[in-house]
């Protein structure tokens, strides 16, 4: 089983750009999750779903944006890049929220 | 404010010793605490997950305990291993509108040497 499949693994982005980030689970789970990760600091939930067709805030939401059109796919959306942003980003999937797996992140700089 | 704290923020140890890690959350209203291990460059992968009524869960060489009542929990690794180095992290989970929000701590840093 591929699990939680993130791509890209590295990106750098020029200030004002914009960027998905992808993420696809082949797990049947309900529940997907953006977090964001921070050097010596704990992951932040950016945007979580609960089922296709529903997605809701976390924490950190702002300059972000997500959709969830089918079960297995969570893409996350950068509109307008900000230095802020410099980060990496994790994508989990999760059955009734209890078991989570995480992708292997994306790390994004943004000059 | 719903928090996790860990101590040490990291550790040095040779191989083959033990160790502790700590971890304290004010997270209310508690659902479970899990135990994650992060390699560098990966996503976490989840070691223990403990309810509010348990006091001990082990994963092989891992063992962690949960204390309720004064709100610590500790992750013991026995006989280190080279391959045990990577940050570990305490997530406290609370349940609220529909699912498990979880509460991360930054990490405790451990490099095991040979």
């Known amino acids: 089983n591929a699990g939680v499949t993130q791509t890209p693994k590295f990106r750098i982005l020029k200030i004002g750009q914009s960027m998905t980030l992808q993420c696809t689970q082949d797990?049947?789970?309900?529940?997907m999750y953006w977090y964001r990760q921070d050097p010596g600091m704990g992951l932040k939930l950016i945007y979580y779903?609960?089922?296709?067709?529903?997605?809701d805030k976390g924490e950190v939401p702002n300059g972000y944006n997500v959709s969830r059109s089918t079960t297995e796919d969570f893409p996350l959306r950068l509109e307008l890049a900000a230095p802020s942003q410099t980060s990496v980003y994790f994508c989990?999937?999760?059955?009734?929220?209890?078991?989570?797996?995480f992708g292997s992140g994306t790390r994004l700089t943004v000059v | 404010k719903n928090q996790v704290e860990q101590s040490p923020q990291s550790l040095i140890i040779l191989e083959g010793k033990n160790c502790t890690l700590q971890?304290?959350?004010?997270?209310?209203?508690?659902?479970?605490l899990r135990w994650y291990k992060q390699d560098t460059g990966r996503g976490p992968v989840s070691l223990t997950i403990?309810?509010?009524?348990?006091n001990t869960k082990s994963n092989g060489r891992y063992t962690a305990t949960l204390d309720a009542d004064t709100k610590q929990s500790s992750l013991h690794i026995t006989a280190s291993q080279l391959s045990d180095s990577a940050s570990y992290i305490c997530?406290?989970?609370?349940?609220?509108?529909?699912?498990?929000?979880?509460?991360f701590g930054s990490g405790t840093r451990l490099l095991v040497r040979p």
């Open positions: 997530v406290v989970s609370r349940w609220m509108d529909s699912s498990y929000k979880l509460i």
């Open positions: 403990m309810t509010f009524s348990e």
């Open positions: 971890c304290n959350y004010t997270v209310s209203p508690f659902s479970n």
């Open positions: 989990a999937s999760s059955s009734v929220g209890y078991g989570y797996t």
């Open positions: 797990m049947n789970h309900n529940y």
């Open positions: 779903s609960v089922g296709a067709g529903i997605t």
